[in-house]
């Protein structure tokens, strides 16, 4: 039975994993891409996403809050200003996990953790949203469909 337990561990101490955890979180944080294991990832996620969360509303107590995991002032001002500015508007989900496949010393699984806004190929700023109108597979459009019979009825209104 798994009562209780909540999280990987990672195999560390209670210690070293949340000061790695940190430190992975600051880097990703800094470069908004990092390479890691599928694990890790997985354990990254669980970790920074609250405190981006939390970065939305910036309060000297958040702020507090943030720098008691992070530890790392440069990674909380980066935070605060540049990266909740940009997740304002996302619910959640401010996290990307990607496989990459296993590793070649000891075939671990990888993967590339990333920012999700910060992914341009993936979400583009030029893209337009699809387009919700529905047209006939007859062609035109219904402004012409329109033009037309408004020619035609007078044509005929001049005929008589």
Do not use: W
Not at 62 to 69: A, L, T
Not at 85 to 109: E, F, H, M, T
């Amino acid at each position: 039975m798994r009562h209780g337990k909540k999280h990987n561990h990672l195999g560390r101490k209670t210690a070293h994993r949340k000061a790695m955890l940190a430190n992975m979180a600051c880097s990703l944080i800094e470069h908004k891409r990092i390479n890691t294991t599928v694990a890790k990832a997985k354990a990254l996620r669980v970790f920074v996403e609250p405190l981006i969360t939390k970065s939305k509303s910036d309060t000297t107590h958040n702020r507090r809050i943030v720098f008691s995991y992070l530890r790392d002032k440069f990674a909380v001002t980066e935070l605060f200003r540049e990266i909740s500015v940009k997740v304002a508007d996302r619910p959640g989900g401010y996290i990307r996990i990607i496989k990459l496949g296993n590793r070649q010393g000891d075939n671990a699984p990888m993967a590339m953790v990333e920012l999700v806004d910060y992914n341009e190929l993936y979400n583009p700023k030029g893209a337009k949203a699809k387009k919700s109108t529905r047209r006939s597979r007859r062609g035109g459009s219904k402004k012409a469909e329109t033009a037309q019979v408004e020619n035609t009825s007078t044509e005929e209104k001049s005929e008589e």
